[in-house]
């Protein structure tokens, strides 16, 4: 009998690791974001555990920062990477050939496997008290890198495109993202202006 908060996030792992092998092409949207959620369960609380082990406070910045952003903020990034990969590969260079239900799902399949490997990674540096900037920029860079290759390998499965295609379509999107994480920062540090 297989524990499920131990399976998805197993299944997750796979993902990051073979995502052409371990994804499934019929899985629907709501599936996938189900999986995000429910691969996040166990890396989620041994990050805190181990947190709350090395800083001995429930009340831990480190702790209640990683679930915040692993429950809220990466979902929407994750919508807004959705969005940018939609305008750009089905709208822009037209490369889609299916709907954009494949993209959400090519997007929260890479955003369970992320979520998944970056908590297994911050758990990794809690317990070994790995510090440094450098070590933190380095694991970081792979990490993303990593997860843009598993993009495009499943966003290619997902729309049934080359590979050549989906890299162009994801790098494109990457630049729509960066412009729209600009234009909503600039919006919220100027209204927050004009309230102080």
Request: zero cysteines; a positive charge.
């Amino acid at each position: 009998m297989q524990i499920p908060v131990i399976s998805d996030f197993i299944e997750a792992i796979k993902i990051a690791i073979n995502p052409s092998a371990n994804t499934k092409t019929n899985l629907s949207s709501s599936k996938v974001m189900a999986l995000y959620y429910k691969s996040l369960v166990l890396p989620l609380v041994a990050t805190v555990i181990a947190s709350l082990y090395i800083y001995r406070t429930p009340t831990a910045l480190y702790n209640w920062a990683i679930v915040v952003d692993s429950l809220v903020f990466i979902p929407i990034a994750l919508l807004l990477i959705y969005a940018a990969l939609h305008i750009v590969g089905a709208r822009i260079f037209k490369y889609a050939k299916e709907d954009s239900s494949r993209t959400l799902v090519s997007v929260f399949y890479t955003g369970a496997s992320y979520v998944s490997i970056q908590l297994i990674w911050n758990t990794i540096k809690l317990i070994f008290k790995i510090t440094g900037s450098t070590s933190i920029i380095i694991s970081g860079i792979v990490i993303y890198v990593w997860m843009i290759a598993v993009l495009v390998v499943i966003y290619s499965k997902e729309q049934k495109i080359s590979k050549k295609e989906a890299l162009y379509s994801v790098l494109a999107a990457g630049i729509l993202f960066a412009i729209l994480i600009a234009i909503l920062g600039s919006l919220f540090f100027s209204f927050t202006n004009i309230l102080i």
